[in-house]
């Protein structure tokens, strides 16, 4: 359990609060969801998630949609 507050302090300490200025929605098929490619847009960052079937929508915002081995691929490349 220490290793996962460990790195939750870690993530939290790194994070930015983002305000959102876009209002899309309904963009995806869980209305839920929503907020993230607005947050995506506005980071100009890729949707790092398992579940891309859910994101399918994203893609006309520009938005890259990957999936968490992708994506560590893309980091492990940079160093």
Same mark, same amino acid.
């Given at each position: 359990?220490?290793?996962?507050?460990? $790195?939750?302090? #870690?993530?939290?300490? =790194?994070?930015? @609060?983002? *305000?959102? #200025?876009? =209002?899309?929605? %309904?963009?995806?098929?869980? %209305?839920?969801?929503?907020?993230?490619?607005?947050? &995506?847009?506005?980071?100009? &960052? %890729?949707?790092?998630? #398992?579940?891309?079937?859910? $994101? &399918?929508? &994203? +893609?006309?915002?520009?938005? *890259?949609?990957?999936? %968490?081995?992708? $994506? @560590?691929? @893309?980091? +492990?490349?940079?160093?």
């Amino acid at each position: 359990m220490q290793d996962i507050d460990d $790195f939750l302090e #870690y993530l939290c300490g =790194r994070s930015n @609060l983002v *305000q959102i #200025y876009f =209002r899309w929605r %309904p963009a995806l098929r869980d %209305p839920d969801d929503d907020c993230i490619p607005e947050v &995506a847009v506005r980071r100009g &960052a %890729p949707v790092v998630t #398992y579940n891309t079937k859910d $994101f &399918a929508g &994203a +893609g006309r915002f520009g938005i *890259q949609v990957i999936r %968490p081995k992708e $994506f @560590l691929s @893309l980091m +492990g490349g940079r160093k």
